[in-house]
């Protein structure tokens, strides 16, 4: 049976994209580690592993359903895990609604048989992958900003020797406060 690799993230704006991959390069050496190229760069809010095409329909029947306001999010922490031997660029305070859409979009996914880490969810962006030795990390003051209005589904693909990601669909936040609408006349 076919499958896909799959993840829902947050795709960032193109042009945050370019000041991320400039930052990168101005703070980071090159023997740091691999870079992950723009185009690539994401915010994973739950990895679904390798799916079959019905539970990827079925997943995204379910992703098109989350009512969810859009929110704020603050890229303004970095980081090095050298398990996973990567630097990434996250928030010192995840918001509320970004820790809801990961928890709902995991628990979805782990309902229809995509395992999902134990470990805590730690929202970030891989900069650079195969960082296996010590990396200075920059001192605290660089900071981004974007408001987070849709989430996607995306497909990892493997060719010629590159990892691409794919959109495969994605889906709107709301503009307004759900408690608002409940509200409404």
Same mark, same amino acid.
């Given at each position: 049976m076919a499958?896909?690799?799959?993840?829902?993230?947050?795709?960032?704006? =193109?042009?945050?994209?370019?000041?991320?991959?400039? !930052?990168?390069?101005?703070?980071?050496?090159? =023997?740091?580690?691999?870079?992950?190229?723009?185009?690539?760069?994401? @915010?994973?809010?739950?990895?679904?592993?390798?799916?079959?095409? =019905?539970?990827?329909?079925?997943?995204?029947?379910?992703?098109?359903?989350?009512?969810?306001?859009?929110?704020?999010?603050?890229?303004?922490?970095?980081?090095? !895990?050298?398990?996973?031997?990567?630097? !990434?660029?996250?928030?010192?305070?995840?918001?509320?609604? @970004?820790?809801?859409?990961?928890?709902?979009?995991?628990? &979805?996914a782990a309902?229809?048989?995509?395992?999902?880490?134990? &470990? +805590?969810?730690?929202?970030?962006?891989?900069?650079?992958?195969?960082?296996?030795?010590?990396?200075?990390?920059?001192?605290?003051?660089?900071?981004w900003h974007?408001?987070?209005?849709?989430?996607? @589904?995306?497909?990892? =693909?493997?060719?010629?020797?590159?990892?691409?990601?794919?959109?495969?669909?994605? !889906?709107?936040?709301?503009?307004?406060? +759900?408690?608002?609408? @409940?509200?409404?006349?």
């Amino acid at each position: 049976m076919a499958t896909q690799r799959l993840f829902f993230a947050l795709s960032l704006p =193109e042009d945050m994209q370019q000041q991320l991959v400039r !930052w990168r390069a101005d703070t980071f050496p090159a =023997e740091a580690g691999v870079p992950v190229a723009a185009a690539n760069l994401h @915010l994973t809010l739950a990895f679904l592993g390798d799916v079959t095409a =019905e539970t990827s329909q079925r997943l995204q029947t379910l992703a098109s359903r989350i009512i969810q306001p859009g929110f704020d999010l603050d890229l303004d922490d970095a980081g090095h !895990w050298p398990r996973p031997s990567v630097v !990434w660029l996250g928030c010192q305070r995840a918001p509320r609604g @970004l820790l809801q859409l990961a928890s709902l979009l995991r628990a &979805q996914a782990a309902r229809h048989g995509c395992h999902q880490s134990p &470990q +805590p969810f730690h929202p970030h962006i891989t900069l650079l992958r195969h960082a296996t030795q010590l990396v200075a990390l920059p001192p605290r003051g660089f900071h981004w900003h974007f408001r987070v209005s849709r989430f996607s @589904l995306f497909a990892s =693909e493997y060719s010629r020797g590159r990892t691409r990601y794919r959109a495969l669909a994605s !889906w709107p936040l709301s503009s307004q406060d +759900p408690h608002a609408l @409940l509200s409404a006349p």
